[in-house]
């Protein structure tokens, strides 16, 4: 049974191709062919991550003549950015226990010498 597609930016950000993707468009617009070659892969994977992505909202495309330039829908990560925001706190307060948890080993080492 074929996997259901990503249809949101948690599910589509999952797999580790498609966040290559979107750090690379960050940059701005490319096309599939420059997308695949600068990550090496092949260019119909690459169409079928653009396709999941573009499903989710994540990136939009444009047709200039015959080429398909893709480019990065920053507002779509906002749910992700929400979610760990969440987070930021409990990050915040463990990185600060942590430094003076470092701090205190350091002072007792100089204590030492």
């Known amino acids: ?51 999941v992505l573009l499903a989710a909202g994540l990136v939009g495309v444009r047709g200039v003549g015959k080429q398909r330039l893709y480019r990065l829908n920053g507002q779509a990560l906002r749910p992700i950015h929400d979610w760990v925001k969440g987070y930021e706190q409990l990050w915040g307060e463990r990185f600060d226990r942590l430094e003076q948890y470092l701090k205190q080993e350091q002072d007792k080492g100089e204590g030492n010498i």
Not at 25 to 34: A, I, M, P, Q, Y
């Open 1 to 51: 049974m074929p996997r259901p597609a990503a249809s949101d930016a948690f599910s589509a950000v999952s797999e580790p191709h498609r966040r290559r993707i979107l750090d690379l468009l960050v940059s701005g617009e490319r096309s599939v062919g420059n997308i695949a070659g600068t990550l090496g892969m092949e260019q119909p994977q690459t169409s079928k991550h653009l396709r």
